[in-house]
């Protein structure tokens, strides 16, 4: 059983870089056809997909954030880590880390984060 589990800071100023990490257990992150998403969900909207980064270290970005945020992986760790850049009060939301390999898809439990000077 895959488990995820989101790192990072619950508060982070307004034009700063936002990191966040999630370390995999039950299964490794270069297991192949497994995508390991980024996703997020503002208070009293619907969830949006930010971007993923494949088995094979491909990585794909929402077009909408694309120019904002980095994903990578630390295969030594079982990590991978999502940047989001020049934060702005609307990036704040309920963050969760996301594994699917279309047949099986696995959840964090979601990390909030606020935007806020």
């Known amino acids: 059983q895959v488990q995820l589990q989101e790192s990072g800071p619950g508060l982070v100023k307004p034009s700063q870089t936002l990191s966040l990490t999630c370390t995999v257990s039950g299964g490794s992150i270069t297991t192949m056809y497994y995508y390991w998403s980024w996703i997020r969900q503002p208070p009293g909207k619907g969830l949006e997909w930010m971007g993923a980064i494949a088995y094979d270290g491909s990585t794909y970005g929402s077009p909408s954030l694309k120019s904002h945020t980095s994903i990578s992986r630390d295969t030594s760790k079982n990590q991978f880590s999502l940047q989001l850049s020049s934060v702005t009060p609307e990036d704040t939301a309920v963050y969760y880390c996301?594994?699917?390999?279309?047949?099986?898809?696995?959840w964090g439990q979601g990390t909030q984060v606020t935007a806020s000077s």
């Open positions: 996301y594994a699917d390999d279309g047949t099986q898809d696995y």
